[in-house]
């Protein structure tokens, strides 16, 4: 069962609007989440991140936001930008699992901005 | 600079064929793992090192072994290769359990025909 969705496989958006990419979660034990960025031929690296006490966090062009209620998340860029243009992936640590420090991985939004 | 190093970057070899993806950190980090990536599946944790000498599966770990002997090395062997175990892998590092974000390295594309 998939503990970490990410239902929208790919993304296309115009340079200079609103890219917002979501993700869901199914365990309410998770209380700190991730976003890590790929491209291609490279490891993933860490964006940005958000604990449960709060429910917005903002770094520069990136924004996550966090819905307890309703198990949600979404990042949120603006404006985007041609190099934004990667895979993104939500992820939250299980702590509370046989793997301790084991990030539960989404299965990636590919994001395209088009000039 | 700090950073996650793995080699080699790509390999393809044969069913059975013994093999070592070596990965190192110079960042002094307590934790590191291994993932793999498939097409539609995202990542995988294999194994895991909270510290040297400490290691434990993770949610993908038949078929794999690793080792802790230093605090910057974490190699992963595969003692016998098979076809399945075809994918892309990463290796990760962080300071430790209180600490959630990981450093990936570049990542290994192994064949294994």
């Known amino acids: 069962d998939q503990q970490v969705k990410q239902n929208s496989p790919s993304l296309s958006v115009q340079e200079g609007r609103i890219s917002i990419l979501n993700c869901d979660y199914t365990n309410s034990m998770f209380d700190y989440f991730l976003w890590y960025k790929k491209y291609p031929a490279e490891g993933p690296t860490f964006l940005i991140s958000i604990s449960s006490i709060k429910d917005k966090n903002e770094d520069g062009r990136f924004t996550v936001f966090l819905n307890k209620s309703a198990k949600h998340l979404s990042l949120h860029i603006v404006p985007s930008q041609p190099g934004d243009s990667a895979v993104y992936f939500c992820?939250?640590?299980?702590?509370?699992?046989?793997?301790?420090?084991?990030?539960?991985f989404g299965k990636g939004t590919k994001l395209s901005v088009k000039p | 600079e700090a950073q996650v190093t793995q080699n080699p970057r790509y390999l393809i070899t044969v069913t059975g064929k013994k093999l070592t993806v070596t990965c190192s950190q110079n960042?002094?980090?307590?934790?590191m793992s291994w993932y793999r990536q498939d097409p539609g599946l995202g990542l995988r944790q294999i194994y895991y090192?909270?510290?040297?000498?400490?290691?434990d599966k993770g949610d993908v770990p038949e078929g794999y072994k690793v080792s802790r002997k230093e605090k910057r090395n974490f190699p992963l062997i595969l003692e016998s290769p098979s076809p399945n175990q075809t994918s892309l892998y990463f290796c990760?590092?962080?300071?430790?359990?209180?600490?959630?974000?990981?450093?990936f390295g570049p990542g290994t594309r192994l064949t294994v025909t």
């Open positions: 990760a590092s962080s300071l430790g359990q209180s600490s959630y974000e990981q450093y």
């Open positions: 960042m002094n980090h307590e934790y």
């Open positions: 090192s909270m510290n040297v000498e400490v290691t």
């Open positions: 992820a939250a640590p299980d702590n509370y699992g046989g793997s301790q420090g084991n990030l539960i």
